[in-house]
């Protein structure tokens, strides 16, 4: 339908631990704790790929990309999204923006905020001026405030057609 606009929400949530890598926006962030995930447990990435395939109703990231594969044991989740980009396309819709609110403690992630926007932007081929990203933390109150997992909200807008 031509003029057709989609909105989509996502949201996902890792338990964190000690010495793993951590990975947000697809970018590596220096931290002592990363996310137990049979991914690489990229909580922003996970979360952007469900609101795109939310919008289109079309499923969620488990039912494209099942935690019970060895297909995605380990994978970067940038290699999910470009998979979830390409379903969007697929259907004939295009992002128009994102925006990702990333919920954690620790560390600061203002420093790494301009890297995951070009990371994001370029593997949905896009511009940065499409992708938001922000964070906050919990005012150390529940699992994020106590530094025991990350979480990510995540709302698109997709549009029809070129």
């Known amino acids: 339908m031509k003029n057709d ?9 890792h338990v964190l631990a000690e010495g793993l890598p951590f990975y947000l ?5 220096e931290h002592t ?9 990229d909580v ?10 939310g919008a289109l ?5 488990g039912k494209h990309f099942p935690d019970t594969s060895d297909e995605f044991k380990g994978i ?10 390409a379903l969007v396309r697929q259907c004939g819709y295009t992002l128009v923006n994102a925006d990702i609110t990333l919920l954690l ?3 600061k992630i203002a420093p790494y905020i301009p890297q995951m926007r070009e990371a994001l932007a370029g593997v949905l081929g896009t511009d940065t001026g499409r992708i938001s990203i922000k964070a906050t933390t919990t005012e150390k109150l529940g699992f994020v405030g106590r530094e025991e997992g990350v ?12």
């Open 57 to 61: 109703a079309i499923g969620d990231i």
């Open 33 to 41: 704790k990363g996310c137990i995930a049979h991914s690489d447990g």
């Open 151 to 162: 979480a990510a909200y995540a709302v698109v807008l997709l549009a029809a057609g070129e």
């Open 25 to 29: 926006g697809g970018v590596k962030v």
């Open 76 to 85: 970067d989740s940038k290699i999910l999204l470009a998979r979830t980009c």
């Open 44 to 53: 922003a990435i996970h979360a952007l790929c469900d609101a795109m395939l």
């Open 5 to 13: 606009i989609r909105i989509g929400n996502g949201y996902d949530v």
């Open 105 to 107: 403690q620790r560390p």
